[in-house]
Each structure stands twice: as structure tokens, then as C-alpha cells.
């Protein structure tokens, strides 16, 4: 896989992601504080905006740990989907893909339903600042954003490109 170095760099225990045009590099352990532009995502204010997360949506991260805290508009996300998708939903990953199988890999995905193969990927730009949760693809080597319940994905992500999957 293939990743613009101005859009995401991992080497060993270092991330950095483009948010806005500006790379944050950070330690493993401060990745999600840098990552999201808050100092404390374990406590102060950032936790205290949206309810724990329970059931399915728990579930889909790693070890049921997220973090809750704002994104700024402008941060781009990826999603594998079918080409007849009518748009994005609350799940949206941080990491390109490049195959159905990487998206597997990455995210975790069903890379089939109903008998259909996920053909494309898909990006989106955050329009507005949103508030929601973040963390680590239960299943999966990637990292996830997670819109909270009550925000229209259509409203606040705005289609970038279209590639299809190998």
C-alpha cells in the first residue's frame, strides 16, 4: 500500500496524520491526544461530550477502547464500498487502501454482503468540526472515526475521489 507521506506516515511506534495540510507526528502512546488536537483525551471536557459507546458500535473497537474528541474540517477519511453505495455512513477509516483483501486486513471489513464484492474506495473531506469517537479497528490493523448517532454523514463529509479496489 501506497500512502502520501503529507497524508499518514507509520514507522515502528510513530503515527503521523494530515489533517488541514499540517502533519502531527506523535509516540504510540500520545497518538490519540496529537491525532485529535487535545491534550487529554482520557479525561477533561473531550470525554464528557457524547455517551459511551455500547453493543455493535463498543464492539467494532479494538478491545472496546475509544477515544471521544473533535476533528477539524478538512481531515480526510476512506471507506471500501460497494460502487452503488448511496454514500458514506457513521464508520470511516483513516487509511487508504489499495485491494478488497487490504481492507480486510486494515479494517476488518465483510468484504462481501448479499453475494456483492466491495469494488471501490472511497474518500470523503470533513466539511465542519465533529465531535466523535476514535480508536483502534477491533480485528483490524487500522484506525477508525466513528460519527456520532444523530449526525447525517451527507452533511458533514464531502466526496473527494473514487478508485477501484484490486
Do not use: C, H
Not at 455517551?51 to 473533535?70: H, K
Not at 483513516?94 to 471489513?109: G, I, T
Request: hydrophobic share 40%; proline share 7%.
Amino acid at each position: 500500500m501506497t500512502i502520501p507521506l503529507w497524508q499518514q506516515l507509520v514507522v515502528g511506534g510513530v503515527l503521523g496524520v494530515a489533517t488541514g495540510g499540517l502533519s502531527l507526528l506523535a509516540d504510540a502512546d500520545e497518538v490519540d491526544a496529537l491525532l485529535l488536537g487535545i491534550e487529554d483525551v482520557a479525561g477533561g471536557d473531550a470525554t464528557a461530550v457524547l455517551p459511551p459507546l455500547t453493543g455493535s458500535e463498543l464492539a467494532a473497537f479494538a478491545n472496546d477502547e475509544y477515544s471521544v474528541a473533535p476533528l477539524e474540517p478538512g481531515t480526510l477519511f476512506y471507506r471500501a464500498e460497494f460502487a452503488s453505495a448511496p454514500g458514506p455512513t457513521e464508520g470511516l477509516g483513516l487509511e487508504p487502501v489499495d485491494s478488497v483483501a487490504e481492507a480486510q486486513e486494515v479494517y476488518n471489513v465483510n468484504p462481501y454482503n448479499l453475494g456483492q464484492q466491495k469494488e471501490v474506495l472511497r474518500t470523503y473531506r470533513l466539511t465542519k468540526k465533529v465531535t466523535g469517537y476514535y480508536g483502534k479497528v477491533a480485528g483490524g490493523g487500522g484506525y477508525q472515526f466513528l460519527l456520532p448517532q444523530g449526525v447525517d454523514p451527507n452533511e458533514v463529509l464531502q466526496w473527494v475521489s473514487t478508485k477501484t479496489l484490486s
